[in-house]
Every structure is written in C-alpha cells, then in structure tokens.
C-alpha cells in the first residue's frame, strides 16, 4: 500500500535556482511529516520536518510546506547546490516516529 | 558521537540459505529500526525495537525474518531461507526515544542469487 507517493523519480535544475520536491499523502491520519536525504553507499540523513499543525517550516536553504486539504507537501530548496545533489525521501508518520512510512524517493540533480 | 553501526556492508548468498546481518545503534539510543529497501522503492520498517521489547512487527515476513535485541543494545536480523525478492538494502536506525528523529546507519546490501 502506497500511502506516501513520490511522483518524480527524478528532478535536474540549475546551480543557484530554486528545487521544488513534491510529495502527496492519502492517509488522513499523518500527523507528522519529514525529509530525508540519502548520498550513495550512505543511510538516510534527517533534512527537516513539518507537524500537521503547521503549513510551513523553515530551516535555512530548506522550506517545507504542508496543505493538508490537498494532502500535500513539498520541499523548497533556495538556492541548490550541486552539494545538494541526492536522493530525498518524503516520510509521515502518524504519531511522531512510529511506523514511518517513506515515498520512492526523488533523485535530484544540481548541476554547476 | 559514533553513528549507527551496521554489518556486513554487502553480502552475496544463493537463495535458501540463511544470512544475519548486525547493527549497533547510537550509545543510548533505546527504539531501534530495521527497514528493507528495495531498489526503486523507499524504506519499509519491518520491525521496531523499544529497549529490547518489540513494539511493532506488522510488516515482518515472520515465516522467514527474525529479529532480536537481547541486551536492549545491539540487533541481529535474519533470514532463513531467503528468497530472491529479499534482495534489498536492510537499514537499521536508532532513536533517543520513539518520538525522536532517527538516525540511519549505511545499511546492508543483499543479493540473493
């Protein structure tokens, strides 16, 4: 059962413009979402999370919004970095950490 | 302070055999995670350890998976036999507690021939 849904399995853009990465839900009962990033040969690292009691959450280069009427999350990154090169993994979970749920992941690429 | 530890790295078996794989989590980290990544496909947990109980196994192919945490500290997952859709990448990862972030290791990869 899909309940996470990472539609693009890959994404390219450009040094210093924005990255968008979308992600969409259809389990009402998430309460509570998170980005990971994931380098080659490595575990996924903690980007940044949003509880449903907000729509935005900010963490420098990195903005998360949340519509929960849409189901909907996404993850801004102003402005890429060819550093920022990786696979992001949209996660929710209903309850904090419990039974997290991961998307496909979206590959993204930031070329110089 | 010394991240999640996992081994081996990589290994090779022929299907029906059996394989273990270990993972040691952040000193003092007391929920353990394993998941299964299949490639193309986002982590699934298979299992959640609090302390050395186990709070969620839902998703464990339990004909085949095991897992345990004796001493509340270290973990060993197994499979025997295994089949050739358990080819995968099996992730461990830690908590401070169930309602923490989690920190992954680098994960064990599985090629069943």
């Known amino acids: 059962d899909q309940q996470v849904k990472q539609n693009s399995p890959s994404l390219s853009v450009q040094e210093g413009r924005i990255s968008i990465l979308n992600c969409d839900y259809t389990?009402?009962?998430?309460?509570?979402f998170l980005w990971y990033k994931k380098y080659p040969a490595e575990g996924p690292t903690f980007l940044i999370s949003?509880?449903?009691?907000?729509d935005k959450n900010e963490d420098g280069r990195f903005t998360v919004f949340l519509n929960k009427s849409a189901k909907h999350l996404s993850l801004h990154i102003v402005p890429s970095q060819p550093g920022d090169s990786a696979v992001y993994f949209c996660?929710?979970?209903?309850?904090?950490?419990?039974?997290?749920?991961f998307g496909a992941g979206t590959r993204l690429t930031v070329k110089p | 302070e010394a991240g999640v530890a996992q081994s081996p790295r990589y290994k090779i078996i022929e299907k029906r055999q059996s394989v273990a794989f270990w993972c040691n989590p952040i000193?003092?980290?007391?929920?353990l995670y394993w998941y299964q990544q299949i490639l193309g496909q986002g982590p699934k947990l298979l299992i959640q350890?609090?302390?050395?109980?186990?709070?969620?196994d839902s998703q464990l192919p339990k004909d085949r998976f095991s897992a345990e945490r004796l001493k509340g500290v270290d973990s060993t997952l197994k499979i025997q036999p295994a089949k050739l859709e358990d080819s995968a990448v099996y992730l461990c990862?830690?908590?401070?507690?169930?309602?923490?972030?989690?920190?992954f290791g680098p994960g064990t990869r599985l090629t069943v021939l």
């Open positions: 996660a929710a979970s209903a309850g904090n950490n419990n039974d997290m749920r």
């Open positions: 000193s003092g980290h007391a929920t």
């Open positions: 389990n009402s009962m998430f309460d509570y």
């Open positions: 350890f609090q302390n050395n109980g186990v709070v969620d």
């Open positions: 949003i509880s449903s009691i907000k």
């Open positions: 990862a830690s908590s401070l507690d169930w309602a923490n972030e989690q920190f």
